[in-house]
Every structure is written in structure tokens, then in C-alpha cells.
């Protein structure tokens, strides 16, 4: 299979927006995507596609990683592989590429922070997989959800990172 990364372009944030409730984790809507394109945001936020071609003109939206640099970092705002694409490199592929970044020395640290849950053993053991370090639990960091959208609590994250 033939993987290619690319940037997040709008006419992609309805398959992205398909991924995101397909894994059902992080809950990001449209109104989120489109943040990542204000004129703020374009200098320190980037997105990132992953693309499966599988004929010509004819490919899938995998998945995407959405993250921020700092000075020192770049943070891991969103990450999700399609559930039918796991564990066939797609995540690896936007991990290897950020370490390719930090090792020409713009930055030291990758982080990440996912939800402190069952449902996040996958990318506990993806994420120790790769090599990263857990940092600690920033509490009550992510917002529960009831079915209907409406916020009904608070949820511990993980941060982990990886120094090069």
C-alpha cells in the first residue's frame, strides 16, 4: 500500500470528520477543523493527512494528525488512524515524521496528551511502542459528552513525550 502525507485542506474535514466519529474518542466537530484555518492559527498549528492511494486519482483519507509547535515542542492536538487502517503504519508514519523534525534541531519534544481510559489501551501501547515517556495526568482536561453533544463532566488526560 502506498501511504502519502499531505496537508489538511478544508474539502478534507468531512472525511476527517467521518474518522473522528468512527473511533469516537476525541469528539473534535467541524467547528474545530475549521479553527485550524484562521489566520492565528496557520502560523504554529498544522495539519496533517495521511492518504492511501490505491489506484490512480482514486485514494482514502487514513488518517490525520493535527499538532502545534512551541519553542521547544511540537504537542500532538489531535491524532486518529481510520479504524480499518490500524496497525499498518499510518500512525507511524506522522510519529517518524515529527521525530525527523525535532532531529534537524528546531525542537527537542514531541507530547501528546490522550484520555486517561479503557478505550485508550491501543494508544497507550502505540505511544510505548514509539518510545514515549509518560510525563503525568493533567486532570479533568477533556470534556464528557452524553449522546446528544451536551457536556456532562470532566476526564483525566495522559501526557506523554519523547526527547530527541
Not at 23 to 43: H, P, V, Y
Not at 94 to 99: G, W
Not at 142 to 163: L, T
Request: hydrophobic share 35%; charged share 30%; aromatic share 16%.
Amino acid at each position: 500500500m502506498d501511504y502519502q502525507l499531505g496537508w489538511l485542506k478544508k474539502p478534507d474535514i468531512e472525511e476527517a470528520l467521518k474518522i473522528e466519529w468512527y473511533t469516537a474518542q476525541n469528539f473534535w466537530n467541524k467547528s474545530d477543523f475549521e479553527k485550524i484555518f484562521t489566520i492565528s492559527n496557520l502560523r504554529c498549528v498544522v495539519p496533517l493527512v495521511c492518504r492511501l492511494e490505491v489506484k490512480p486519482r482514486y485514494n482514502f483519507l487514513a488518517g490525520y494528525c493535527i499538532y502545534k509547535h512551541t519553542k521547544d515542542s511540537y504537542n500532538i492536538l489531535n491524532m486518529v488512524v481510520h479504524p480499518e487502517y490500524r496497525r499498518m503504519g499510518v500512525g507511524t508514519l506522522f510519529i517518524k515524521n515529527l521525530l525527523f523534525k525535532t532531529k534537524k534541531g528546531d525542537r527537542k519534544f514531541i507530547r501528546i496528551r490522550i484520555r486517561d481510559s479503557e478505550e485508550s489501551h491501543s494508544a497507550k501501547k502505540f505511544l510505548r511502542s514509539m518510545h514515549f515517556t509518560l510525563d503525568g495526568i493533567v486532570p479533568e482536561f477533556y470534556n464528557q459528552y452524553d449522546k446528544f453533544g451536551n457536556i456532562i463532566g470532566k476526564e483525566d488526560a495522559i501526557e506523554y513525550y519523547i526527547a530527541t
